[in-house]
């Protein structure tokens, strides 16, 4: 009980932005610019795109055909030129783009020059294998650098990217490959992972088996002596990259042209292709990027994403590119070598912006303050958090130990969205544990099921009432999955979280209403990872819950049945977490097993995963009158 009213008075806490930070941000009066915005949405966003290069400009802004949109109609440009070019032919050219640090501290820096060089010659590599506009290319690999040059050079000349988390194993791999019908997978040797070295180019071997499109596999090396590679299917990097000549003209693509496909889980055990494009996206990226983080040129700016993942897409690449941004990416955990691991990063880089998830901080949390206490941390001044709901408390120390007086944007988005769309200003008050308010140009509410405008403090779904240029364009080989978003819930898009409004309007994310699982922030669907369970050969039938975790948020459990004739033991067990790490990944492995005699299943053999989930918190499991046994 004390606990709990400790969480509500930290709650009703508000914190004003100081005056240094009022002094710097480009938007001083959020509520005014808010109104204009809405008022006029295609003006706001027009007025956005205007600030970027066009090829040639739009004569529409929005072609809005109910749940189909179109922005910057007959306009063409290409991401990189305003990632890269803009920027190259500016003082910027010499201007640190990139900074890349390892696990044990090493360091590869790139210019803006340097970093369009990389891109030229690698997209000049990929047109000698015949790669063209349209054509789809699978990018497995570890944070480094390679990684973002791959995805720019796809876009540069058209080619589609669709990156997949290197921490995904083969078969989670190979659907992902065989969706996108990729013709090109690149990959590296190895990743690194506290001090571990992680072997990625036997899981493409493993995946490929199964993968008939794909026609060339370009290898990063990072060990030496370099690992054997099977000519002439099989490239090394830089071999690949060394004779290209380091210009390429960027393709201009039609506004509307895919970008890149990126796996996301949902409801079913299939993962979803999310499309972005090349117009809309670059407008929401860029936008969101530079206000809420009120990025200026002598910023440094720190994500500690992995772009396997769309915060990586959108806030280390392509955001903070088009901004002209100093980008500092680092690989590895922030407890290795120790758990100053990004408080020692942020002195050495002088950090100004670090955005980080509620995951992380409460891991850090767990060490206590002596260790950011160890490291100078006065050159920050904007912080945010992403990716699940952050709790009062770790707001609170994460805004402590960084100096009490930086404001934390707690950005809500998701994959389909592309940009962030719920989210402080840095001149907006914030409360502890709420995303705040609507970001410019975003119309946002809590409704019930029927699209019915909830009032304060009554629960209900998150929704957007407008089309948005970051949004996804559609899911790919699937539009009737992507309807499902727009046909939830009538003349909205239903965003799948519960959600409730405060009395000033400010939106307090709970979780997911579907049943999507955040382990750590990463996004995971629970029927995967039940026929991952399922394909073990003692697994009869499976359920799986997220049940409320106090480091990563929540964690899975698993109940299942076995086949007639097996037993439960410890080895069992261990055997069936191996398949769940060896079909999807370790990320998706339950932290619990449970071995149970039935599921509680509807007449038509539904599994009802929210008594399953009731029972296991003692709540109250609802209306179960359709329960079969
Ligand atoms: C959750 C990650 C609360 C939410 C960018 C959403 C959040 C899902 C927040 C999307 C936040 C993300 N507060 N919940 N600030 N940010 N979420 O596609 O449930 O990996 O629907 O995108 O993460 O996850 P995704």
């Known amino acids: 009980?004390?606990?709990?009213?400790?969480?509500?008075?930290?709650?009703?806490?508000?914190?004003?932005?100081?005056?240094?930070?009022?002094?710097?941000?480009?938007?001083?009066?959020?509520?005014?610019?808010?109104?204009?915005?809405?008022?006029?949405?295609?003006?706001?966003?027009?007025?956005?795109?205007?600030?970027?290069?066009?090829?040639?400009?739009?004569?529409?802004?929005?072609?809005?055909?109910?749940?189909?949109?179109?922005?910057?109609?007959?306009?063409?440009?290409?991401?990189?030129?305003?990632?890269?070019?803009?920027?190259?032919?500016?003082?910027?050219?010499n201007k640190v783009a990139l900074i890349w640090v390892g696990e044990n501290d090493q360091e590869r820096v790139f210019t803006y020059g340097e970093l369009a060089r990389q891109v030229n010659r690698c997209a000049n590599a990929l047109k000698q294998l015949g790669l063209r506009k349209g054509d789809r290319v699978t990018i497995y690999l570890p944070k480094i650098p390679e990684q973002v040059v791959a995805m720019l050079a796809c876009a540069r000349i058209g080619v589609v990217h669709s990156v997949v988390y290197s921490g995904f194993s083969a078969p989670a791999l190979a659907s992902r490959v065989n969706d996108a019908e990729a013709r090109l997978v690149i990959t590296a040797d190895v990743g690194y992972d506290r001090g571990k070295t992680i072997p990625l180019k036997p899981v493409v071997d493993e995946a490929l088996s199964h993968c008939p499109s794909v026609e060339h596999v370009v290898v990063v090396r990072r060990q030496s002596p370099g690992w054997e590679l099977a000519a002439p299917k099989e490239i090394d990097w830089t071999d690949w990259l060394h004779s290209q000549p380091a210009a390429c003209e960027a393709e201009q693509l039609d506004a509307e042209t895919p970008l890149y496909i990126l796996y996301t889980s949902g409801t079913t055990g299939k993962p979803k292709g999310v499309v972005h494009v090349h117009g809309g996206y670059m407008v929401g990226t860029y936008a969101t990027t530079k206000y809420v983080f009120d990025l200026k040129d002598d910023d440094v700016y720190f994500c500690v994403a992995d772009p396997g993942w769309v915060t990586g897409h959108s806030y280390i690449v392509y955001g903070p590119l088009l901004n002209g941004a100093t980008i500092l990416t680092a690989e590895g955990k922030p407890d290795y070598p120790n758990p100053g691991r990004w408080w020692h990063l942020i002195e050495r880089y002088g950090v100004s912006i670090f955005y980080t998830t509620p995951t992380a901080i409460r891991l850090l949390m767990r060490y206590g303050e002596d260790w950011p206490k160890k490291f100078d941390l006065s050159t920050l001044r904007i912080l945010g958090s992403v990716g699940e709901p952050i709790n009062p408390e770790a707001w609170e120390w994460f805004h402590r130990v960084t100096g009490g007086d930086k404001p934390i944007m707690d950005t809500w988005w998701q994959t389909e969205t592309g940009a962030i769309l719920i989210t402080p200003l840095p001149t907006v008050p914030l409360k502890p544990g709420s995303?705040?308010?609507?970001?410019?140009?975003?119309?946002?509410?809590?409704?019930?099921?029927?699209?019915?405008?909830?009032?304060?403090?009554?629960?209900?779904?998150?929704?957007?009432?407008?089309?948005?240029?970051?949004?996804?364009?559609?899911?790919?080989?699937?539009?009737?999955?992507?309807?499902?978003?727009?046909?939830?819930?009538?003349?909205?898009?239903?965003?799948?979280?519960?959600?409730?409004?405060?009395?000033?309007?400010?939106?307090?994310?709970?979780?997911?209403?579907?049943?999507?699982?955040?382990?750590?922030?990463?996004?995971?669907?629970?029927?995967?990872?039940?026929?991952?369970l399922v394909s073990h050969?003692?697994?009869?039938?499976?359920?799986?819950?997220?049940?409320?975790?106090?480091?990563?948020?929540?964690?899975?459990?698993?109940?299942?049945?076995?086949?007639?004739?097996?037993?439960?033991?410890?080895?069992?067990?261990?055997?069936?977490?191996?398949?769940?790490?060896?079909?999807?990944?370790?990320?998706?492995?339950?932290?619990?097993?449970?071995?149970?005699p039935s599921l509680p299943k509807t007449r038509s053999g539904k599994i009802m995963r929210r008594v399953l989930k009731a029972k296991e918190l003692g709540q109250d499991p609802g209306d179960i009158s359709t329960i079969e046994e």
């Not at 400009?57 to 070019?85: M, Q, R, S």
């Not at 790919?476 to 819930?489: A, C």
């Open 537 to 596: 050969p003692a697994v009869a039938e499976a359920a799986v819950i997220g049940k409320p975790h106090k480091t990563v948020g929540e964690s899975i459990k698993a109940f299942i049945i076995l086949k007639q004739g097996q037993t439960e033991s410890p080895e069992l067990i261990q055997s069936i977490k191996d398949q769940v790490k060896a079909e999807l990944g370790k990320i998706a492995v339950p932290s619990e097993i449970d071995i149970v």
């Open 435 to 532: 995303a705040t308010r609507p970001f410019l140009g975003i119309e946002a509410d809590v409704v019930d099921r029927e699209g019915n405008s909830l009032p304060p403090n009554a629960g209900g779904f998150a929704v957007i009432k407008k089309p948005w240029p970051s949004m996804m364009r559609t899911i790919y080989k699937d539009p009737e999955r992507y309807k499902v978003y727009w046909n939830t819930i009538p003349n909205c898009y239903t965003a799948g979280d519960v959600c409730h409004k405060d009395a000033d309007g400010y939106m307090w994310f709970m979780g997911r209403a579907d049943d999507v699982i955040k382990v750590a922030g990463n996004r995971l669907g629970t029927a995967e990872v039940e026929s991952a």
């Open 1 to 93: 009980m004390g606990d709990k009213i400790e969480t509500l008075l930290k709650e009703s806490r508000t914190y004003h932005p100081t005056a240094k930070t009022k002094a710097a941000a480009y938007i001083q009066d959020y509520e005014a610019e808010y109104k204009k915005s809405i008022a006029d949405p295609e003006g706001f966003w027009s007025g956005m795109a205007k600030q970027l290069e066009w090829f040639t400009p739009w004569h529409t802004v929005l072609e809005w055909n109910y749940p189909w949109a179109k922005w910057f109609v007959g306009a063409t440009c290409n991401i990189t030129y305003n990632c890269l070019d803009r920027h190259v032919r500016t003082w910027r050219k």
